[in-house]
């Protein structure tokens, strides 16, 4: 469960202060949480507030019972973050490689590392890419990669930023089905509405601010409202 209570981030621009999340308010109590919203609303900030990669300047989140601004590290032991770009974070040379780095304290063995890097890579069918260059794997497989890479770290939660933006249609299908099969508690940004209205929870952000929340289809809907005029 990951509650933020009036937190708001600031940043100084140009001549005054901007707000990136507004006193925002929710509890994020359902294992599946999409996050919607237009370019800007606040979903990335929000996601990496969860994270402690951003600090709120008032205000209070707690991630399963910890705050993630004094408990950093307790906090990333239980969460694991899937970026827009997965070369952003797949950092070593091949995909084995790549999840065997993420399996370094889990299985600080050699051997039983790459037994396990293997072994995860197949669980998803990617068997065939693990010793292949991760710049000549598909934009789908890479990002599948990245977040077998993310899963080997073993998190209670996955936090994702649009992680099916930069892909066709055929790839978002095949990872969005990915990600639906996860056991983890997810909260995911994204612009697909068709994949959103397949999560418990809908938040729906606007100019750093929950404006609705609830079942898929009430929330969907609204941001519809708002976005036809
Ligand atoms: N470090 C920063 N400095 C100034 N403005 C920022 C910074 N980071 C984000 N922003 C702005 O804050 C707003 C919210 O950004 P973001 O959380 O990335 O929105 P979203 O992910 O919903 O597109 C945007 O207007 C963005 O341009
Ligand atoms: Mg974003």
Known sequence: ???FDRVTVEVAAAE???RLLDDLSC??????????????SGKSTLLRAIDGLIRPDRGRIEVNGLDPATQTSQVRRQ???VFTDPMSQLLMPTAVEDV??????LAPQRAERSRRARQALAEWGLEKVAERSVYDLSGGERQLVALISVLATDPAIVLADEPTTLLDRRHRRRLEEVFDRLSQDLVVATHDLDWAARFEQVVLIDQGRV???GGPQETIAHYRRLTDG
């Open 100 to 105: 065997e780095l993420s399996l370094t304290r």
């Open 79 to 81: 969460v694991g973050f």
């Open 16 to 18: 005054r202060t901007k």
């Open 1 to 3: 469960m990951i509650v």
């Open 27 to 40: 509890r994020l109590d359902s294992r599946r949480v999409a996050l919607i919203g237009d370019n800007g």
């Open 211 to 213: 404006v609705a929340e």
